[in-house]
């Protein structure tokens, strides 16, 4: 503060890991295995880069704002074409400003009353014999508009399928049985299965084991205490992200395995930090697939944020720095850098990451301030190897998990949270430009235990 820096909510924590020796042995391919499901699942085949690739004139836009809300946008303004990604010059010199778009007048002119023009009814009009009313249904009456669910609501039916598998376990593990060494090893295996880890599975066993050994449990018992326990695990590394607004931009580079969901945390991103008035861009370094390029430009228009692309297949660490560039010549608050998840093999992707962090330091040698890890909870175990080889690579200081609606995986967070204990920033819970919340210990903790809160 002395130095004059500007700090916001959104407040951006400044926590670079001790960087760490890459595990040995790392088993990369079972995370392009990973990567390819993913893939498969989110968007069609992708093609290797040609030697001198062009984009497509018409791409995929796989994961973006829903289909129904581009297509809507697009039609609006051009029926006759399909969205097309714009062509950039090869220097990645075009940048494409776009404002939020301003509501249709929906005025409407005087309409007479009703009386003026239509003779007073006076009761039912009786028919002469052989005649009958139609009978008319009446009107249903229009639903009250459902009430919006609660941040923890939303949470909690998110992590439906993690917490009642487990729970339903523990109820099943202690019923007409008392808690001893036998119960307990159990109900470590259950915690450990359940992809707590470890570390949680033993505290969890440890805390119940010294208020009821000997004793009756109840699932309830034991999901109080999984919950308080947890909430110890998670409390250090739920932080909200820490802005350093002074370095106009705070550039935020957003890495991770292709389809763990970089592009629409960025575009969520985005619409907080737009929403709250700050000046927002964002830069498509995802240079190895066209429809990330349109995916992001998509992202950008829809959140009034300037939007920085490049060809595809084009240097992404050159991208990198005409982007940081001309966000310093703009006065963007806050840099945000989409980044490949896949190259032809690891090597080239490391080398990529690297390069780009490399470059941007060459501009700024705090950049990139916050390296954002995206990470996929669906993919349970394999998010955890993947914490460890990106952090390694390109410094990663802070996670983001997506898709925690409905997978039976959450616990997989925790996990990592207690090997890795960096800054979980936000939560993403559907695909949604909402479904993003500041990650709170206590609500996964309640959420995953299946407990109110
Ligand atoms: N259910 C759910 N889907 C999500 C969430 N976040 C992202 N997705 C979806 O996951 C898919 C992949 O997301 P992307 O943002 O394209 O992932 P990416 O990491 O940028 O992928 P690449 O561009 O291939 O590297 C898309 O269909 C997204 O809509 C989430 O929190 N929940």
Known sequence: MALGFIKKVFTFGKEKPASEKPPEGEDFASLIEAAEKAETEATPEETVIAAEPVLPEVVETAGGPSPDETVEEEQASAPQEPPAVPEVPQEAEAVFHTQPEQPADVSHGEIASQEDIAPEKEGPVALPRGFATVETTPEPETEAPKEKLTWFQRLKAGLFRTSSQLTGQIAALFTKRKLDEDTLDELEDLLIQADLGVETAMRITGALSSERYGK???????????????????????????????????????????????????????????????????????????????????????????????????????????????????????????????????????????????????????APHTVLQTLDATTGQNAMNQVEIFRNVAGVNGLIMTKLDGTARGGILVAIAAKHKLPVYFIGVGEGVDDLEPFEAEDFASAIAGIAR
Do not use: C
């Open 216 to 366: 009756d449990v109840s699932g309830e018992d034991v999901a109080r205490i999984m919950a308080a326990e947890i909430t110890k695990v998670l409390k250090p590394v739920a932080k909200p992200l820490a802005l350093d607004l002074s370095h106009k931009p705070h550039v935020i580079l957003v890495v991770g395995v292709n389809g763990t969901g970089k592009t629409t945390t960025i575009g969520k991103l985005a619409a907080k930090l737009s929403g709250s008035g700050l000046k927002v861009m964002l830069a498509a370094g995802d240079t190895f697939r066209a429809a990330a390029i349109e995916q992001l430009k998509i992202w950008a228009d829809r959140t009034g944020s300037t939007f920085i692309g490049t060809k595809l297949g084009a240097d992404a660490a050159g991208l990198a720095y005409d982007a940081f560039e001309k966000a310093k010549a703009e006065k963007s608050d806050v840099l945000i850098i989409d980044t490949a998840g896949r190259l032809q093999n690891k090597a080239e992707l490391m080398a990529e990451l690297e390069k780009i962090v490399r470059v941007l330091g060459k501009l700024d040698p705090e």
